[in-house]
């Protein structure tokens, strides 16, 4: 009986959220209009090799006279510094970081720094594994309306691997934290391309104000909920990222992002045991029905309910077609990085470890 009712409710759960999710997308605001403001883009960058040359390029083409390009290398240990000098030109400035202080998480120095060396009136982060692939002021235009924005996340996938966790991790923080409901506790924004108006993001603190956060991208948006700014998501293809390329790579991900973001052990576990009871469901299901255990009906109902909903990733995530088959074994990975994180008492980011009070 419990067997039963359980699939049926997770099977509803999913075709609901599956619903939920294509309205929600539908009321996400376009990309369109003009700039006339003044942009500062400020690309973070540490141990980036063979990714900052493509999203310094890829930029390159939309600068006006009036806009700016700030990369801040944080201290990389490779060739990161020589790879982007080699494609600036004199609109972009090159900021060289000697030492992080104690107390700043390094993604939220060299923001911090990219902003004290800025002049627009509109700030663009951008991650340096991110790719233009169209006029980004069409989607800065939309700061005439909000105050801060992010693309709904686009990434490419070259791996099953990364196809197959980004499938699991988009479909879970969708149903955690969609994209169209900015709560305080909620809200979060995309830090590979994040756009605020300058008097915005002054008015929160800027960087300075999350210095210690491994999520700074997420605290700021909370911030400026807050404060009564506004806030949002945009559909859009202005930007593409690549960030998880292996199964180890994307443990270390979750988890550092778990490490920032996990409330309690006690929470851990119980998210940790709901979706290792739904991995498991979904491939036994068809053997259940099999053995009579549950319905024939309601295997196919809990499959389709289970892969429409996973399926809205496609929006969100390139992969290959067998990433979809792999990303329930996925969402066990995302599971057991988010229990891990629960329990450790530091992660490592870029070559920094970082203590459970993130300071380094």
């Not at 990364?162 to 709560?183: D, H, N, Q």
């Not at 945009?234 to 790579?249: D, H, Q």
Request: contains cysteine.
């Amino acid at each position: 009986m419990f067997l039963q009712l359980s699939i049926a409710l997770i099977g509803s759960y999913a075709m609901i959220n599956f619903i939920r999710s294509i309205i929600g997308f539908l009321r996400l605001p376009r990309p369109g209009g003009e700039v006339r403001a003044s942009i500062s883009y400020i690309i973070p960058a540490r141990n980036e090799e063979g990714k900052i040359g493509k999203c310094i390029s890829s930029l390159l083409p939309w600068l006006r006279d009036s806009d700016e390009l700030i990369v801040v290398d944080d201290c990389s240990e490779d060739s990161t510094e020589a790879e982007a000098l080699s494609k600036l030109n004199e609109k972009c400035k090159l900021i060289r970081l000697i030492e992080k202080p104690e107390g700043w998480s390094g993604k939220s120095w060299a923001c911090y720094q990219g902003y004290l060396h800025s002049s627009g009136d509109i700030i663009v982060f951008l991650d340096a594994d991110t790719v233009v692939k169209s006029d980004p002021k069409a989607a800065i235009s939309l700061t005439e309306r909000f105050d801060a924005l992010s693309q709904v996340p686009r990434i490419s996938c070259g791996s099953l691997a990364c196809g197959a966790i980004e499938v699991a991790l988009t479909s879970l923080v969708r149903l955690l934290f969609p994209y169209w409901k900015m709560s305080p506790g909620r809200a979060w924004l995309m830090g590979a391309f994040s756009i605020w108006r300058r008097e915005s993001y002054e008015s929160i603190g800027t960087h300075e104000a999350v210095r210690s956060s491994l999520v700074e991208d997420a605290d700021l948006a909370r911030l400026a909920v807050a404060k009564g700014l506004r806030i949002s998501f945009f559909m859009g293809r202005v930007v593409e990222s690549s960030w998880i390329r292996s199964w180890r790579e994307g443990y270390e991900t979750i988890k550092r992002i778990g490490f920032a973001a996990m409330p309690s052990k006690l929470i851990s576990i119980l998210i940790f045991l709901a979706l290792s009871y739904t991995v498991v469901t979904i491939y036994a299901s068809p053997l259940l029905a099999y053995l009579g255990l549950i319905r024939v009906e309601l295997a196919i109902f809990y499959l389709v309910s289970v892969f429409s909903y996973a399926s809205l990733s496609l929006i969100e995530v390139k992969f290959r077609p067998e990433s979809m088959i792999l990303s329930p074994i996925a969402l066990s990975l995302v599971a057991l990085s988010l229990l891990a994180a629960s329990f450790g008492k530091k992660v490592s980011w870029k070559g920094r470890d970082y203590s459970a009070h993130l300071g380094e």
